[in-house]
């Protein structure tokens, strides 16, 4: 059983018998199958086949299926030692458990992004939920998010605040907007917003977007919605004071 024929057939019947389930009849670009599709691997294929050593189990994908029959594992039990067997079988196990051990690492990555994507869509549903039909929109919903009904400040006096504020900062970079809410005083985060946007349109603040996943967003609240992106830092122009 030396020649390559031979060597090709006995590696294929191994691998079929360590498998639970039908395997392709030939290599695809994955690597799974029992034969490499080479002239040598399809005429090894043919004569398993032949001698009714591996019996057809219909097609995936236009791919050829195929299992070990029993006439297959006696031959293969009559050319290597069991040891051969086994060592095969362990090798396949092995393989597997590094392929299930990456499906469930995909698996938990993508539930923990899907869990995050909830906590920062529920909000905001809720909101569009409590709009009335032809409101504002999601314009709307992102410049009313968690506004209070309390008492509005002069929106000079804000926007003045506003720059005050970034006027301190300035030597530490772009300023989080959760930071600038809290050291302007604003009285809600919806005039805050309108603050901002104003002082943009002015020419006086730069509004820088953020830029990694939307559920990595530590305060999602203070967040701003300009065009198509979400703004969450500020800067202060030069000479943009008012």
Same mark, same amino acid.
């Not at 057809?56 to 006439?71: I, M, N, R, T, Y």
């Given at each position: 059983?030396?020649?390559?024929?031979?060597q090709?057939?006995?590696?294929a019947?191994?691998? *079929?018998?360590?498998? $639970?389930? +039908?395997?392709?009849?030939? !290599?695809?670009?994955? =690597? /799974?199958?029992?034969?490499? %599709?080479?002239?040598?691997?399809?005429?090894?294929?043919?004569?398993?086949?032949?001698?009714g050593?591996?019996?057809?189990?219909?097609?995936?994908?236009?791919?050829?299926?195929?299992?070990?029959?029993?006439?297959?594992?006696?031959?293969?039990?009559?050319?290597?030692?069991?040891?051969?067997?086994?060592?095969d079988?362990?090798?396949?196990?092995?393989?597997?458990?590094?392929?299930? *051990?990456?499906?469930? $690492?995909? +698996?938990?990555?993508?539930? !923990?992004?899907?869990? =995050? /994507?909830r906590?920062?869509? %529920?909000?905001?549903?809720?909101?569009?939920?409590?709009?009335?039909?032809?409101?504002?929109?999601?314009?709307?919903?992102?410049?009313?998010?968690?506004?209070?009904?309390?008492?509005?400040?002069?929106?000079?006096?804000?926007?003045?605040?506003?720059?005050?504020?970034?006027?301190?900062?300035?030597?530490?970079?772009?300023?989080?907007?959760?930071?600038?809410?809290?050291?302007?005083? *604003?009285?809600?985060?919806?005039?805050?917003?309108?603050?901002?946007?104003?002082?943009?349109?002015?020419?006086?603040?730069?509004?820088?977007?953020?830029?990694?996943?939307?559920?990595?967003?530590?305060?999602?609240?203070?967040?701003?919605?300009?065009?198509?992106?979400?703004?969450?830092?500020?800067?202060?122009?030069?000479?943009?004071?008012?």
């Open positions: 059983m030396a020649d390559r024929s031979s090709l057939l006995l590696q019947l191994s691998r *079929a018998a360590a498998e $639970a389930s +039908a395997v392709p009849l030939f !290599a695809g670009r994955g =690597g /799974l199958g029992l034969f490499p %599709a080479t002239a040598a691997g399809k005429q090894a294929a043919q004569r398993c086949r032949d001698e050593y591996l019996l057809d189990a219909g097609e995936q994908g236009g791919a050829p299926l195929c299992v070990l029959s029993d006439k297959g594992r006696t031959y293969l039990l009559g050319q290597l030692s069991p040891r051969e067997v086994l060592e079988f362990v090798r396949v196990l092995e393989a597997r458990e590094a392929q299930a *051990a990456q499906l469930i $690492a995909q +698996a938990r990555q993508m539930q !923990a992004s899907l869990e =995050g /994507l906590q920062q869509i %529920a909000p905001v549903l809720d909101r569009v939920r409590q709009q009335p039909a032809g409101g504002a929109g999601l314009n709307g919903v992102f410049k009313d998010f968690h506004e209070e009904a309390t008492p509005q400040p002069d929106p000079a006096a804000l926007t003045r605040s506003v720059v005050e504020a970034l006027t301190r900062w300035v030597n530490s970079g772009d300023c989080p907007l959760p930071e600038l809410f809290r050291q302007c005083g *604003a009285a809600s985060i919806g005039t805050f917003h309108d603050a901002l946007r104003q002082l943009e349109a002015d020419g006086c603040v730069y509004l820088h977007p953020w830029t990694a996943p939307l559920y990595a967003i530590p305060e999602p609240a203070y967040a701003l919605l300009v065009g198509h992106e979400i703004a969450y830092y500020a800067s202060l122009k030069q000479g943009g004071s008012r």
